[in-house]
């Protein structure tokens, strides 16, 4: 069982800044990608930004230039600095892990995506 916990959501005015953090922890041996994900009222979950192992980022064409995604994989942890907030970023932030377990002596490995709960983000203007 894996674990996907984020914190850092809450209350901004426009144009503004919010740092959220997420950390992944449990059974398994590496983390592929993290990333994040929001969904706002009444539209579809989208990707917001995501990083891989090697440090390979993508980002939603909607916040590049204002949110960052950086990783510490040390620590199973990645972050998003958001900044130039605006209301249209308000919705629940959700973070995912895409992990890998050795499952046998040859190497077999299987992969999962866990996901957190997700944290509230409000830009009010």
């Known amino acids: 069982q894996v674990d996907v916990v984020e914190s850092g959501g809450g209350l901004v005015q426009s144009g503004g800044s919010l740092r959220l953090s997420c950390t992944a922890s449990?059974?398994?041996?590496?983390?592929?990608?993290m990333g994040w994900n929001r969904q706002a009222p009444g539209k579809e979950r989208e990707l917001v930004a995501d990083?891989?192992?090697?440090?390979?980022?993508t980002y939603a064409d909607s916040v590049k230039g204002r949110f960052t995604i950086s990783r510490d994989v040390a620590k199973n942890t990645v972050y998003l600095q958001m900044n130039s907030l605006k209301p249209e970023d308000t919705a629940v932030y959700s973070c995912?892990?895409?992990?890998?377990?050795?499952?046998?002596?040859?190497?077999?490995?299987?992969?999962?995506?866990?996901w957190g709960k997700g944290t509230l983000v409000t830009v009010y203007s």
């Open positions: 995912n892990a895409e992990t890998l377990r050795v499952i046998n002596v040859e190497g077999a490995s299987v992969t999962k995506n866990y």
């Open positions: 449990g059974r398994f041996d590496r983390i592929n990608v």
């Open positions: 990083i891989t192992s090697g440090g390979r980022t």
